[in-house]
Nanobody, 124 residues
Framework: HVQLVESGGGLVQPGGSLRLSCVAS??????IGWFRQAPGKEREDISC????????YYADSMKGRFTISRDNAKNTVYLQMNSLKPEDTAVYYC???????????????????WGDGTQVTISS
């Protein structure tokens, strides 16, 4: 079991930016991913980064405004979010993952461990 702690959420006006952080208790995982969940909506995958080589992958709906990065020495993964919109309002979670993409290139939705999440609210 890997413990994960998300931080960096808050209240931001439309068009603003946030950088979320995810700190893991160890580096014993293949990849770290992010997903979000808004009230009344299904989980929505965002992005995944491979620990060993830094390869990054994004769910199709998330390409463009969000960028994932890592600092392996700190067991930390970041999610930079720009040009935020009200529909980005959600609780954001980071996860350990055994796979980022299927062999056919589709985003892999599975995960193993996750944190308590951090609230992101976009409102004017």
């Amino acid at each position: 079991h890997v413990q994960l702690v998300e931080s960096g959420g808050g209240l931001v006006q439309p068009g603003g930016s946030l950088r979320l952080s995810c700190v893991a208790s160890s580096g014993d995982y293949y990849a770290i991913g992010w997903f979000r969940q808004a009230p009344g909506k299904e989980r929505e995958d965002i992005s995944c980064i491979v620990t060993s080589d830094g390869s990054t992958y994004y769910a199709d709906s998330m390409k463009g405004r969000f960028t994932i990065s890592r600092d392996n020495a700190k067991n930390t993964v970041y999610l930079q979010m720009n040009s935020l919109k009200p529909e980005d309002t959600a609780v954001y979670y980071c996860t350990t993952k055994a796979l980022c993409i299927y062999p056919n290139g589709n985003y892999y939705p599975g995960y193993d461990d996750w944190g308590d999440g951090t609230q992101v609210t976009i409102s004017s």
